[in-house]
């Protein structure tokens, strides 16, 4: 058993203005502090943690796997057959850095904005290509378990999904930084 706290220890977790040292900071934690201010000065400034929750073990499988199939159509630079039943003129995207890309705490994407001094950053699950506009896309992959088929317009106006939308966004915003040429467009490949 471990002893548990209630306060941040290591240093780079807090947040201090005045420090010349770029503050790195999570996409998940920048959506945090949009969602409540308090909440993340709490965390960031003062170290008191946000109560943890349980891993998502589905999820993370889901993630894995989807992953590894489609790493298997982007060695070949084939369409996955998802892309082709739904006329996607598309390839998962290749890279030399996309698995430092997918592993949020070992690397992620990032860019420093000058003016915040803040490095955004956050770890995708994929990009594809479209072969038409020449842009990358990103594709977030997701798990769920209900009796009801996806719809598009419910899924991503749904409460407990709010937050997904902005995510994209920000992963969106990071690439630009990085210079690459990225659609407007996301994706969601939903399992359910």
């Not at 982007?74 to 003129?89: A, F, G, T, Y």
Request: aromatic share 14%; charged share 25%; glycine share 4%.
């Amino acid at each position: 058993m471990k002893e548990a706290t209630s306060f941040r220890i290591r240093k780079t977790s807090f947040y201090n203005k005045k420090s010349v040292t770029p503050f790195k900071i999570s996409r998940s934690k920048l959506s945090n502090f949009l969602s409540c201010k308090r909440c993340f000065y709490l965390d960031r400034v003062v170290g008191l943690k946000e109560p943890s929750m349980p891993g998502w073990a589905l999820n993370s499988a889901v993630d894995e796997l989807l992953k590894k199939e489609f790493d298997q159509y982007r060695s070949n630079q084939e369409p996955h057959p998802m892309m082709v039943r739904h006329n996607l003129d598309f390839v998962p995207f290749q890279h030399k850095d996309l698995d430092l890309w997918r592993n949020s705490l070992k690397g992620g994407i990032s860019y420093l904005d000058k003016k915040t001094n803040l490095i955004i950053h956050g770890g995708i699950d994929d990009i594809w290509f479209d072969l038409k506009e020449k842009k990358l896309i990103v594709v977030d992959y997701k798990a769920q378990s209900t009796n009801y088929p996806v719809q598009v317009y419910s899924y991503l106006n749904s409460e407990w999904h709010s937050g997904y939308k902005l995510q994209m966004d920000i992963y969106v915003h990071i690439l630009r930084k990085m210079n690459f040429d990225v659609s407007d467009i996301s994706y969601f490949y939903v399992c359910n």
